[in-house]
């Protein structure tokens, strides 16, 4: 019994790890692609500008993700920092839930809100 109550303790840490690590991957993998980003500048237009979007789609990805394991009920700081960027994106006179990359998360969180 005790056997077991420990093996379940180690297999939740073990996929607490496996988040964390793929957490942290992820910011370094898109410093890669922006450092591949900026190097191909210096030689090509056109495949940078191909790197860009491809990081734009990433980074969507990864908060579009992110929003559907987010409860914003249960987290109110997040919403509040939400609040926060989208007033910021809209000082900019741009409507918040079209613009590029973020605009799908504002859409999802701002459902979720009510």
Do not use: C, H
Not at 89 to 101: E, F, G, K, L, T
Request: overall charge neutral.
């Amino acid at each position: 019994m005790i056997y077991a109550l420990y093996a379940i303790k180690l297999w939740k840490a073990t996929n607490a790890s496996v988040d964390i690590a793929r957490f942290n991957a992820f910011p370094g993998f898109v410093l890669l692609l922006q450092a591949a980003s900026k190097e191909a500048a210096l030689t090509s237009k056109k495949d940078a500008q191909i790197l860009n979007q491809l990081g734009a789609i990433i980074i969507e990805a990864a908060l579009t993700s992110m929003a559907a394991d987010v409860d914003l009920r249960k987290n109110p700081d997040l919403l509040r920092v939400i609040a926060q960027l989208e007033s910021l994106v809209a000082a900019q006179d741009i409507d918040p839930r079209s613009a590029p990359v973020i605009g799908g998360l504002f859409d999802k969180l701002g459902r979720d809100a009510k």
